[in-house]
C-alpha cells in the first residue's frame, strides 16, 4: 500500500493532486490483492493497468509543461524518464495476467509503487528545486 506523505508534495498544487490520484489507483490495486473473495481477478486488473496507463499519460503531460513553463534545463531526461515507464505499462502482457493474477499484479505494483515513490523524490524535486 502506498501512503501520501508530505515529504512527496512538490507545492505545484496541480502537480501534487495528480501525484495522489495515482497513489489512489496503485491503492485500488492493492485493495484487489487484497480481496480474497475474489477469485476471477482479470477484469478488474485489465481496469486498473487502463486506467494508470491513461492517467499516468495524462499526468506526465501536465508535468512536461510545467517543466517548460519553468525552462526546466532537464527536462528532456525528465521526458525521457516518463516514456520509459509508459512503454513498461504498455508492454503488460495480458495473457500472462491469467497464469497467476494475484503475483502478476503484485510484480506490477511492485515495479509501480518504487517507480512512482523514486519518481517523485527523485527527479520532481529537482524540478521542483529549479522553480523556486
Do not use: P
Not at 18 to 38: K, V
Not at 56 to 72: A, P, V
Request: hydrophobic share 40%; no cysteine; glycine share 6%.
Amino acid at each position: 500500500m502506498l501512503k501520501w506523505e508530505d515529504k512527496y508534495k512538490t507545492g505545484v498544487e496541480k502537480i501534487d493532486e495528480q501525484h495522489q490520484r495515482l497513489f489512489a489507483i496503485a491503492n485500488e490495486a492493492y485493495g484487489l490483492l487484497r480481496n480474497d473473495l475474489r477469485v476471477d481477478k482479470y477484469d478488474d486488473i485489465v481496469a486498473i493497468l487502463t486506467e494508470l496507463r491513461d492517467y499516468t499519460q495524462y499526468h506526465f503531460q501536465s508535468e512536461e509543461e510545467y517543466m517548460l513553463s519553468i525552462g526546466y534545463k532537464k527536462f528532456l531526461s525528465h521526458k525521457a524518464e516518463h516514456a520509459d515507464f509508459i512503454a513498461k505499462i504498455a508492454e503488460v502482457d495480458l495473457g500472462k495476467v491469467d497464469d497467476n493474477q494475484d503475483a502478476y499484479l503484485r510484480d506490477t505494483l511492485d515495479f509501480v509503487g518504487a517507480w512512482i515513490t523514486g519518481h517523485i523524490l527523485g527527479r520532481d524535486m529537482q524540478y521542483v528545486a529549479a522553480g523556486k
